[in-house]
C-alpha cells in the first residue's frame, strides 16, 4: 500500500497512522487513542449464531488500556456457543490490532476490533470461527503453495413504507436509478461506511428483487467487494452487516439478509467468488484460459458441494430458495457465464484488444494486467451462512481439489455450457447430483464428509458435531413439500429467521 493509496483509505485510523493495517502495532493503537480523543474501545467477535457480539470499555488512563490491548478479557463461552459447557466455559478475547476502526455510529469516540478467541491454556480455541478459518488458509497454502483469497456478494432486501411516487417495476430493480429505486443514497451511506470499518468494496447496486405487500415496500440491494485474502474477507463481511442493520435502525428501515421473504420473488443469496495468488499473481489463468489449478479447485467444490450447504444455508428458508427453474443452484454442476450452475466463471477480461481505448479514443493502448480479475463463483450460500465456516468450508474443498486423483477429470464431467433446465438438456440434468433439500439433508452429507473437513485439524470434531445438531434440529425432512402450497405457513416460517445471519 503506496501513500497515495492509504492517503485515499476511507479508514480514519489508516489515514492517521500512515500504515497498512497489518502492521499495526500495540503502540500504534495506544497512539491513535491518546491523539485522537478516543474514549471508549470495542471489543467485537462473532457468536455461534453468526453475529458479531460487543464489549465496551471506557478509557480512562493509558495503563489500563495497555492492559486490555495486551491481556485481553475474559468471556463466558457457554453464552457464546452452544458446544462450551457452563462448567468449563470461560474463554479469552484478544483484539486483532490491523482490525481496528473509529466506530461510526457510536456519539463518543469509540475504537473498535475484532477478536480472536483463546482457551484456559492460552491458545488459539480450535472450534473458534476465525481460528477455524485461519486453520484453513494455512492448510490451503501448505497444500498448494498459493494464498487463498474470497470475496462476496451481499444481498438484501430494505423494508420501508410504501411510496406511490415513480413505482419499480416488480421484479425489474436490477440496477435500478432512482426514482426508481428508492433505496440508493442509504446503500450509498452503507458503503461509505463499510468502507470506514476497512472494508474493500469493489461496487454497490439496487437489486433484482422489488415489491410490494402490507403497504410496504421490499427493495433488494447487492454491496459486492473485492477478493482480498480469505479471513479478511469473512472479517469484511461481518462488519459489513453489521454496518447495514445498524444504519437502517438508524433510518428506521427494516432490513434482511434473510435467504426468502416470500414465495414468487427473488430471494437473496450470499454468492462467493475465489481466487488463488502467488507471488502476486493470479493462478486462474493460463495463457487466457482456465487453469489446471483452477480446475482441479472447481473440481474439489463439486466433490464436497452437497456439505457446503451445512456452512452457507443454515436454516429451512433456506432450501425455498435452492429450488429448480430459479437462477439459485439446485444441481452440482459449472460453467462459464452460466447462471443456472453450482459454479459459475465469470468473464475475466481475458478477450484481447484494449475496450478502454475503444470507448476513449484519446487514450493510448494500456498494459494493464487484468488478469488478476478473473474468479470463480460459488452460488449456493446465502445471508443464513456463518461466514467464518463457510469460507473455511470452500477453502477446504478448493484444496480437496488438489488432494484428489481425479480432480480434472471431475471436473470435465460437472462441466456444462447451457441452461441445465431446459427440456432439450434433461439426459444431462439427470447424470448431475443435487443439493440437499432441507437443513436435515444438510447435515447428512456433513456428517458423510465431514472427515475431509477435520484433515490438517481446520474444523475441529466437537463444531461438525454442533453444525450437525443444529441443522438436524429443525426437523425438516419434508418442510418444503409440506407447506410449498399454503402461503400463511411460508410467511410464519419466514417471520421466524427474518433476522438471520
Known amino acids: 500500500m503506496d ?6 483509505n476511507a479508514n480514519p485510523v489508516v489515514a492517521f497512522l500512515q500504515k497498512e493495517p497489518h502492521t499495526f502495532t500495540k503502540a500504534d493503537i495506544i497512539r491513535f487513542v491518546r491523539e485522537n480523543g478516543v474514549k471508549m474501545v470495542n471489543f ?24 486490555i490491548l495486551t491481556c485481553g478479557e475474559r468471556v463466558d463461552g457457554s453464552s457464546l456457543f452452544s458446544f462450551i459447557e457452563a462448567g468449563s466455559s470461560d474463554l479469552y478475547v484478544l483484539p486483532r490490532f490491523r482490525t481496528a476502526f473509529l466506530d461510526p455510529f457510536a456519539e463518543i469516540p469509540t475504537l473498535c476490533m475484532l477478536c480472536s478467541y483463546f ?49 419499480a417495476i416488480d421484479q425489474h430493480g436490477y440496477h435500478e436509478s432512482a426514482p426508481y429505486a428508492k433505496m440508493n443514497l442509504f446503500r450509498q451511506q452503507c458503503m461509505q461506511y463499510v468502507a470506514q470499518t476497512g472494508g474493500q468494496i469493489k461496487y454497490g447496486h439496487s437489486e433484482v428483487g422489488n415489491f410490494r405487500q402490507d403497504g410496504m415496500i421490499y427493495e433488494q440491494n447487492e ?20 454496518v447495514i442493520r445498524n444504519l437502517a435502525y438508524e433510518f428506521g428501515y427494516n432490513v434482511t439478509f434473510a435467504p426468502k421473504i416470500t414465495t414468487g420473488k427473488a430471494g437473496s443469496g450470499l454468492h462467493i467468488h475465489m481466487r488463488m495468488m502467488k507471488d502476486g499473481k493470479n493462478m486462474m489463468l493460463e495463457k487466457g484460459s482456465l487453469s489446471e489449478a483452477a480446475r482441479k479447485m472447481i473440481a474439489g467444490m463439486m466433490d464436497l458441494a452437497p456439505s457446503i450447504t451445512a456452512f452457507g444455508n443454515k436454516n429451512p428458508t433456506s432450501y425455498f430458495r435452492l429450488v429448480p427453474h430459479q437462477e439459485a443452484p439446485t444441481n452440482v454442476c459449472w460453467g462459464d457465464r452460466n447462471r443456472s450452475v453450482l459454479v459459475r466463471v465469470p468473464l475475466g477480461w481475458t478477450a484481447e484488444g484494449d475496450m478502454c481505448a475503444l470507448a476513449n479514443p484519446l487514450e493510448s493502448p494500456s498494459s494493464f494486467d487484468k488478469s488478476i480479475k478473473q474468479t470463480v463463483e460459488m452460488r449456493s450460500p446465502d445471508g443464513s451462512a456463518d461466514l467464518y465456516q463457510l469460507l473455511a468450508g470452500l477453502c477446504v474443498a478448493c484444496r480437496h481439489g488438489f488432494e484428489m486423483d481425479n480432480a480434472l477429470e471431475v471436473a470435465e464431467k460437472t462441466y456444462v455450457n447451457v441452461n441445465i433446465h431446459d427440456a432439450a438438456n434433461a439426459d444431462k440434468l439427470a447424470q448431475l447430483a443435487q443439493l440437499p433439500d432441507s437443513c436435515v439433508a444438510s447435515a447428512e452429507c456433513l456428517q458423510q464428509q465431514r472427515a475431509i473437513y477435520e484433515e490438517y485439524g481446520v474444523f475441529s470434531p466437537s463444531m461438525i458435531d454442533g453444525i450437525i445438531a443444529q441443522l438436524r434440529s429443525y426437523n ?23 433476522h438471520c445471519g
Request: aromatic fraction near 10%; avoid cysteine.
Open 119 to 167: 482457551d484456559k491454556d492460552g491458545k488459539p480455541l480450535a472450534s473458534a470461527p476465525e481460528n477455524t478459518l485461519a486453520k484453513a488458509a494455512r492448510a490451503f497454502t501448505e497444500t498448494t503453495g498459493m494464498t487463498f483469497h474470497a470475496m462476496g456478494e451481499l444481498e438484501y432486501y430494505v423494508i420501508t413504507e410504501d411510496d406511490e411516487m415513480f413505482p
Open 223 to 242: 454491496i459486492e467487494f473485492l477478493p482480498v485474502p480469505v479471513e479478511e474477507a469473512a472479517d469484511q463481511l461481518m462488519l459489513a452487516k453489521w
Open 44 to 67: 467485537m467477535y462473532p457468536g455461534g449464531d453468526g453475529k458479531l457480539k460487543t464489549l465496551n470499555f471506557v478509557v480512562t488512563n493509558e495503563a489500563y488500556l495497555e492492559t
Open 3 to 8: 501513500n497515495q493509496t492509504i492517503s485515499m
Open 476 to 498: 425438516d425432512t419434508t418442510l418444503r413439500h409440506d407447506i410449498s402450497h399454503l402461503p400463511e405457513e411460508i410467511k410464519k416460517l419466514v417471520a421466524s429467521y427474518f
